[in-house]
């Protein structure tokens, strides 16, 4: 849906928002358009409610809390319905009405609507019921990295740099045009965490910076490339299991996707491990060895072989019952054999 005609016929009020978002990737966006004080948020849909943590309690999503903290009214719609859009009001199209398409059209006309990791696919008909569509923080440079998990992903192939794109919805997954991009460079460093929440500040900032400009038809959204285009699978429990027979460089880029949560897994001698932080060791005097044998153990260094011919140097572990720890305070209690084998999950 184009914003050629912008929204230039509110400029005498606020332009009023509808939010939709989960995570607490979504929380500072939502946080930096009530700062700004220059949006009427109607109101935050978000997923319900969730079993979390050991006794299983159901927990509110971090946009719910972020919402009632700030008096915003909250929907927490099980599943987006589908739903049909007839004179600019919205009609569920099975018999059990749809509350969304209830509250929408009861507070409308409401100019835009904002997604940030929200987590469902939301029908055409919702895009259009805004006069202004509906506009979406991306974690990655579009056309690289459509889909769920475009950090997780850039950190495992090793990307030099990623970025937010604010960009308009469209029902193809990630397809939009965009409006403006922000850069960030990855470092050796960064893990899935410090990356997350660097770039949950870089979007807030941009969605904070350039909304009005672009509900105003002050900024024309971009057609993505043709070229380039490259998808970001959901992160799943398989993606957290070390292969040794990978490159050193893909090792460390799937522990760091990995890291602070859920961590990835090994095996040692049937036990499970959990690795948290992880150098890659490029030394031609060390030994060759078969993908996951210890080839130097000592005080404060544990290397294991990999597929590439280089090495990993282990250097945060978790083991069962037992806290994460630096590998040296690990080596004061515990031996890795040189000449033990980690393996990967029989699952692999």
Known sequence: MPLSRGLV??????????????????VPALQALIRSNEFDIVACVTQPDKPAGRGKQLTPPPIKIAAETAGIPVLQPSRVRPLELTDGRLSSTSAQPSELAEFLNRHAPIDCGIVIAYGKILPETLIQFFPAGMINIHASLLPRWRGAAPIHHALLEGDRETGVCLMQLVPELDAGPVFVVEQTAITSEDTFGSLHDRLAALGADLLARHLSAILEGRVSAVVQSASGVTYAAKWEKTDVQINWAEPASRIDGRVRASSPHPGCVTTLDGETIKVYKVRVVVDPSLPPAPPGTV????????????????????????????????????????????????TALPSL
């Open 9 to 26: 016929e509110v400029v005498a009020r606020k332009p009023r928002l509808v939010f939709f978002g989960t995570p607490d990737f979504a």
């Open 295 to 342: 080839v130097e153990s000592n005080r404060g260094e544990v290397i294991v072989a990999t597929g590439s011919g280089d090495y990993i140097s282990l250097e945060e572990l978790q083991f069962a019952g037992r806290r994460r720890l630096p590998i040296a305070e690990i080596l004061k209690s515990r031996r890795f054999e040189v000449g033990t084998v980690f």
